[in-house]
């Protein structure tokens, strides 16, 4: 029986993604390389410093741990820049409907997202209270596809693991659910999420029933 719902951040609940994007773009050109949508996609649901050492070897830049750390800082300040600006009408189609559809059936909510930046994006577009726990990445050592960030998330509820359903738009974070145990919902396409259980555009016009129902058969 489901009983918790763990949402990613980025490009599940609201489309931080493109200024994630936006960030690591301007942090290669200033490196004197460039990066495309395409690479980006292999940063989605990862660590920031896992991602800056994903970018420096698509460069071939050799920095020490220091500058490394420095590169980390100065990008996360243009991050959350342009974040801070954020409303709630950024919250992506269906989650307000999804959230109060959760609610009514008792299902508890959980956030597990490798963004530290995550409560501060929950408060500025109004989201936070809607959370029974929250998992990011000030409280969790390892990155996706590692599974530690669910796993906490389902301990943090107070659940199993085979009791909660995690949604995801990476495919690494699909892995991680799966390694914890857990099926998940992609928020995507079959070319980007070939491993999730089931793969939607959005939540948007979404049956709370009838999704758990078609959960339940895969």
């Known amino acids: 029986m489901i009983k ?53 070897k698509q460069g071939n830049v050799s920095l020490s741990e220091g500058e490394i750390h420095d590169l980390a800082t100065l990008k996360n300040e243009a991050y959350v820049e342009m974040v801070d600006q954020m409303t709630a009408e950024e919250i992506l189609p269906g989650i307000p409907e999804l959230f109060v559809q959760l609610k009514k059936a008792g299902i508890k909510i959980a956030l597990g997202s490798a963004s530290k930046n995550a409560p501060r994006i929950l408060k500025t577009i109004g989201l936070i209270d809607e959370f029974d726990a929250i998992v990011d990445g000030n409280s969790v050592s390892k990155s996706k596809p590692d599974p530690e960030v669910f796993l906490k998330g389902a301990e943090a509820l107070g659940l199993a693991n085979v009791e909660c359903i995690v949604v995801e738009d990476a495919y690494a974070g699909v892995e991680a659910a799966h390694s914890a145990g857990m099926k998940a919902i992609g928020i995507g396409t079959k070319t980007n999420l070939p491993n999730a259980d089931i793969i939607l555009p959005s939540f948007e016009g979404i049956v709370l029933e009838e999704l758990i129902k078609d959960l339940e058969k895969n």
């Open 4 to 56: 918790g719902f763990l949402f990613d951040l980025d490009g599940v609940l609201v489309d931080t993604a493109v200024y994630h994007y936006k960030a690591w773009k301007k942090m290669a050109n200033d490196l004197g390389f460039d990066i495309d949508e395409e690479f980006n996609e292999q940063l989605k649901g990862i660590s920031r410093m896992d991602s800056i050492n994903l970018i420096l």
